[in-house]
Every structure is written in C-alpha cells, then in structure tokens.
C-alpha cells in the first residue's frame, strides 16, 4: 500500500532554515506528482509546493522565493527546503501524492517557528 513518511521537522528561529524529507513507497514513484500542503489548528490544510515526475515545480504564493521543492526518483525521496522562516510557517506539514484515484498522506512532521 502507499505509504509516505515525513521526517526533519523541529523548532526553529525566524530567519532560519530547515529541510523536510518524504520518502515514498508502494507506488511507482517517478511517475506520480508529489506535494507538501501545511496545517495549522483550526485551520484547512494549505498547500505549500508540488513537483511532478519531471522535476516542475509550482509554489504557493505564501512561500515563493523562501522554499525549495525537489526530488529524487532514485531514493524515492521529496525534499522541502525552507528558508528565511517565520512564525507564520509554523504548522504540520505533510507529504501527499495521489494515487490510485485518491489522496494519500503522510502523519506529518512539526514545524515551529520562534525565538
């Protein structure tokens, strides 16, 4: 079955970076998009950033020019790079691809922003 695992999160100051991970499997993975979307509590899931197959990519507006999406199809890995943080980035943050008709999710990994 899919199954995505998210790992790199933690406590960060504003201004810093940090680089999220999702390795993927039980799909053939260079074929299908992969996203990271984020939450906050009481808030719906946001989208952050998707890369297709052929490496395109596409930013939310919220993070264009602060975050990096990229992947490598050999480790079946999706990477978020996040720069030049802020409180606001704070959130879980989730790998997601669609397969088989449906979206899958990881358990997400936690990002807090502050001093």
């Known amino acids: 079955q899919v199954q995505l695992v998210e790992s790199g999160g933690g406590l960060v100051q504003p201004g810093g970076s940090l680089r999220l991970s999702c390795v993927a499997s039980g799909f053939t993975f260079s074929n299908r998009a992969m996203s990271w979307y984020r939450q906050t509590p009481g808030k719906e899931r946001e989208f952050v950033a998707t890369?297709?197959?052929?490496?395109?990519?596409m930013l939310g507006d919220s993070v264009k020019g602060r975050f990096i999406i990229s992947r490598d199809n050999a480790k079946n890995m999706v990477y978020l790079q996040m720069n030049t943080l802020k409180a606001e980035d704070s959130a879980v943050y989730y790998c997601?691809?669609?397969?088989?008709?449906?979206?899958?999710w990881g358990q997400g990994t936690q990002v807090t922003v502050s001093s």
């Open positions: 997601n691809t669609n397969f088989a008709g449906r979206d899958h």
């Open positions: 890369v297709t197959g052929a490496s395109r990519t």
